[in-house]
């Protein structure tokens, strides 16, 4: 399969896949989604260190397709998205998050969804999604909540806030800050490819929590917002670079 927007490389046991869009923030459409999910899948069995080029990670999903979505049409984008971040989470060998710039709203949740993430010290982190009247769509509320437990990731999504990655280090949604988190982050990769395959797939398995029933009911919550008006105003005072006024206060 031919990439328009990453860029793969292998290096002996080790893919490196680079979300590269033409805009310096990547942000993430389902057509870069697919291609993350092929070169993952498809990857000869590697350990893959996922990250972005230019400014960012990935400053999340691209706002304009959220023009004139309906709720069926926005849990289908969920759901299509549930598929791609669980295959990603799924696959048997280790996958690890090479973060910097912006890891914002989906950009975020594709992170979560990668077993390690490693992090350059002037990363932000966020879940904006209830800024523009909607939710994280893409497993986010629930690998967040696994992550760091119940009160933090409800403050960190229903505040929709910005915190760096010192503080995402103390959350342990990161598991290194450095300079040279791309270098690590490979490192680390190519040592993980000579451990046994067998035991490490395994190991995931068993270490790695499974999806369960919520997952299903973040895709319906996802769906209904598309439905209301705070979910248009939301995306049109983003799209215009204004302050939402939301109806339903």
């Known amino acids: 399969m031919s990439y ?18 033409t805009s310096p923030l990547n942000p993430l459409s389902m057509e870069t989604l ?18 972005g080029a230019n ?20 849990f289908a984008l969920a759901t299509e998205g549930h598929d791609i971040m669980n295959a990603i989470a799924g696959y048997p060998r280790p996958v690890i998050a090479a973060i910097h710039g912006y890891a914002f709203g989906g ?3 594709l992170a979560l969804s990668c077993d390690i993430r490693i992090s350059h010290p002037k990363t932000l982190f966020a ?46 949604i990161v598991n290194r800050v450095t300079e040279n988190y791309l270098d690590e982050a490979v ?5 993980l490819a000579k451990k046994p395959r067998e035991s490490l797939k395994l190991v995931k398995k068993l270490v790695r929590y499974q999806p369960d029933d919520v997952f299903e009911e973040e895709k319906e919550a996802f769906g209904l917002v598309f439905n209301h008006p705070d979910m248009k105003e939301g995306v049109q005072a983003f799209l215009e670079k204004r302050e939402p006024k939301f109806l339903d206060k």
């Open 187 to 191: 490192a680390l990769a190519k040592e």
């Open 127 to 172: 879940l904006p999604e209830i800024n523009l009247g909607i939710l994280p769509g893409w497993g986010g509320t629930q690998r967040l909540r696994h992550l760091v437990g119940e009160n933090v990731a409800f403050e960190i999504i229903s505040t929709g806030r910005r915190f760096n990655a010192e503080e995402a280090k103390e959350l342990r």
């Open 4 to 21: 328009k927007n990453i860029h793969v490389k292998d290096d002996g046991g080790v893919r490196i896949v680079t979300i590269s869009r």
């Open 107 to 109: 950009g975020f949740e």
């Open 55 to 74: 400014k960012a990670f990935s400053a999340g999903a691209d706002i304009n397709g959220f023009v004139g979505l309906d709720g069926a049409a926005a």
């Open 34 to 51: 697919r291609e993350i999910k092929d070169a993952v899948l498809n990857s000869g069995n590697r350990v893959v260190t996922l990250t």
